[in-house]
């Protein structure tokens, strides 16, 4: 998202929206369990599960910090999860945008939801990306309907 002249392209959308209670709480759980059960193995001398906790720890941290991200500019729409697995999407490839406020059911983390379907998911409000090409993009953020207002401005 550069202009030929190397200044980056303003955003005409921002989202970044952290995990809800209920994965935090998960995540901040684990991540206290793990250096209880290095304690554990080591007073336990039983080295051949040390690495236990330590996947413990870090899927915990992965847990309750995931993040969403979704970038507006003038030709596309980012779409990040941990900024880690990233999808552009060209916005003159969107076909319809519908928002879920009631959000919750449809799960946490980077998820396949059914053939041409993924989620990019940390609870609360989502927005609805039906492409062209019949996949469809789904992703929590704070403003479902500011993006919706955003895109449809610029299609018109």
């Known amino acids: 998202m550069v202009t030929p002249s190397g200044i980056p392209t303003p955003a005409l959308y921002y989202s970044r929206v952290r995990a809800t ?17 290095f304690v554990l193995i080591v007073l336990k001398n039983t080295p051949e599960v040390l690495f236990a906790p330590l996947v413990i720890t870090a899927a915990g941290s992965f847990i309750a910090f995931m993040t969403v991200t979704v970038k507006v500019d003038s030709q596309n729409v980012v779409i990040a999860f941990c900024d880690i697995f990233k999808r552009t999407l060209p916005r003159d490839e969107i076909a319809t945008l519908t928002t879920d406020n009631s959000a919750g059911p449809s799960g946490y983390g980077f998820r396949y939801m059914g053939p041409g379907m993924v989620g990019y998911l940390v609870g ?14 789904i992703a929590s953020m704070d403003r479902p309907e500011q993006l919706i207002r955003v895109l449809s401005e610029a299609n018109h």
């Open 124 to 137: 609360g409000p989502e927005i609805n990306i039906e492409m062209k090409s019949g996949k469809t993009v």
């Open 21 to 37: 209670l209920v994965p935090r709480v998960a995540g901040f759980t684990m991540v206290a369990l793990g250096p209880v059960l």
